[in-house]
């Protein structure tokens, strides 16, 4: 008689101690193809405007892999297509991307609790998976949302961006495709759901949105934006709420 803690565990039963993996939604593959599609996209006239500003076909490529940022990345390529020098593009993506520290706090819990996968994780906490994060409320779908929308997102940029470098100057002005567009209107679609929300969000968007447009005229182009969490503080607790947990 075999002992039993011998015998093979049978097929498609989870190991003890493991955690299932949950099923992936279909909706949300769908939403995620959709972002990973308009996101390639602007990674194609990313490598494209890089190279035609004078830079090597692996610079572009190198900044998405290590950077991953696409306001970032285009700022830094404005920054030495003006003649700038890498300290000043460094700092103008650093300034843009503060932004992240914030949705960094906000995703926290769906990168997981080990430090390898927190430091995976947080290279891929951009706006578009901190929107597919916050549009979830169980943790375990929360963290899906994260890792699918996370991995897909930058394989699609990084796939892009190459080919848009190796394209080169071959897709003449890039502008008049209005591939500018694709990220608002993808951001928007994404924290529409989130709107739907009571607790001040509405608020607090709005009051932010209001703070960057007014300030658009008087500040350089991507630093308004970073004024819009300043919302946050005309959000309050709604009446009658309490700090109490549920016992």
Do not use: Y
């Not at 306001?71 to 700092?91: E, L, R």
């Amino acid at each position: 008689m075999r002992s039993p803690d011998r015998t093979p565990s049978p097929l498609g039963r989870t190991p003890p101690g493991r955690t299932p993996l949950p099923a992936i939604d279909p909706r949300l593959l769908r939403d995620c193809a959709l972002v990973w599609l308009a996101d390639a996209v602007v990674g194609v006239s990313f490598g494209a405007v890089a190279v035609a500003s004078g830079l090597p076909t692996w610079v572009p490529v190198a900044m998405s892999l290590l950077v991953f940022a696409g306001s970032a990345q285009f700022s830094a390529v404005g920054v030495f297509a003006a003649g700038g020098g890498p300290v000043a593009a460094a700092a103008t993506g650093l300034l843009l991307n503060t932004r992240t520290a914030a949705f960094s706090l906000a995703v926290s819990d769906a990168l997981g609790p080990s430090w390898p996968a927190r430091l995976v994780g947080a290279h891929l906490v951009t706006d578009e998976t901190a929107a597919f994060v916050m549009a979830e409320k169980d943790p375990a779908r929360r963290r899906t949302a994260f890792w699918v929308s996370g991995v897909g997102l930058f394989v699609a940029w990084n796939v892009s961006v190459l080919a848009g470098a190796l394209a080169g100057s071959a897709l003449g002005d890039t502008d008049r495709f209005g591939l500018d567009a694709a990220f608002p209107a993808v951001l928007l679609a994404l924290v529409l759901p989130a709107l739907r929300d009571g607790h001040g969000v509405r608020r607090a968007a709005a009051a932010g949105a209001v703070l960057a447009v007014a300030a658009t005229p008087f500040l350089p182009a991507g630093v308004p934006v970073l004024l819009a969490p300043a919302g946050l503080l005309f959000t309050r607790t709604p009446a009658g709420s309490s700090a109490r947990r549920p016992s």
